[in-house]
């Protein structure tokens, strides 16, 4: 059983829907992340939490809205999403958001925007 | 801005060969390197981090080291079975910004 759990695995949605994406983590972390993971491009940070704080936007649109209610918890809500937002979004966490910890990630969630 | 190159994009081996992933940055100031594993429609699962005061680590038949000074690192794979068919991604985590940077991956097919 990982240890960072992602649901949906998979959603589909129209470009006027509004869905949410949720991520646990049963490791004890302090600090949480979203992740994009697009056909053929590097991983890019999206948004990072640390003891329930965000320390870090990396100028995502705002039709993406990150709530992370505690340390164990975090969710990504989507709404107004364009086609190219269809990607794998990926939740990791680490003990703390500095320096030399170690990443664990999730198995995903695959969203396709219509 | 540190970026990080992973090469060959794409590697297939017969089974049972040792082979080579290869992975380097372009900033030498970073706190560590992770090296993962990702199989198709999955998430990263990892597999080494090496701090930056060390030179390598070793996991069963992976063994991956570190030279920050060039800013190279290789991960190696001994005896390699189909089942270490996926793709490797690379990231260093920045020093100057706190951030992993990944690369674009190393997708490996090991055939029987």
């Known amino acids: 059983e990982t240890g960072v759990t992602q649901t949906p695995r998979h959603l589909v949605m129209g470009m006027t829907n509004k869905k949410s994406l949720k991520c646990e983590q049963h490791l004890g972390h302090n600090a949480m992340y979203w992740y994009k993971q697009s056909a053929k491009k590097p991983l890019e940070l999206m948004f990072v939490?640390?003891?329930?704080?965000?320390?870090e936007n990396n100028s995502v649109p705002s039709r993406f809205s990150p709530e992370c209610p505690n340390s164990s918890h975090l969710f990504l809500h989507l709404h107004t999403l364009q086609p190219e937002d269809s990607a794998l979004y990926l939740c990791a966490s680490s003990l703390t958001s500095g320096g030399a910890g170690e990443l664990f990630f999730g198995e995903g969630s695959r969203l396709t925007v219509l | 801005k540190q970026e990080v190159t992973q090469i060959p994009a794409a590697l297939s081996v017969p089974e049972g060969e040792n082979l080579v992933l290869n992975c380097s940055f372009t900033?030498?100031?970073?706190?560590?390197l992770q090296w993962f594993r990702q199989d198709p429609g999955k998430g990263l699962t990892s597999l080494l981090l090496i701090q930056s005061s060390q030179r390598e680590q070793t996991s069963g038949r992976l063994n991956a080291s570190l030279d920050k000074s060039s800013g190279r690192s290789t991960l190696y794979i001994a005896a390699s079975q189909p089942g270490d068919s996926a793709t490797y991604l690379c990231?260093?985590?920045?020093?100057?910004?706190?951030?992993?940077?990944f690369g674009t991956g190393t997708r490996l097919q090991v055939f029987p």
């Open positions: 900033d030498s100031a970073i706190y560590n």
């Open positions: 990231a260093v985590t920045d020093y100057n910004t706190d951030k992993l940077i």
């Open positions: 939490y640390n003891f329930k704080e965000q320390t």
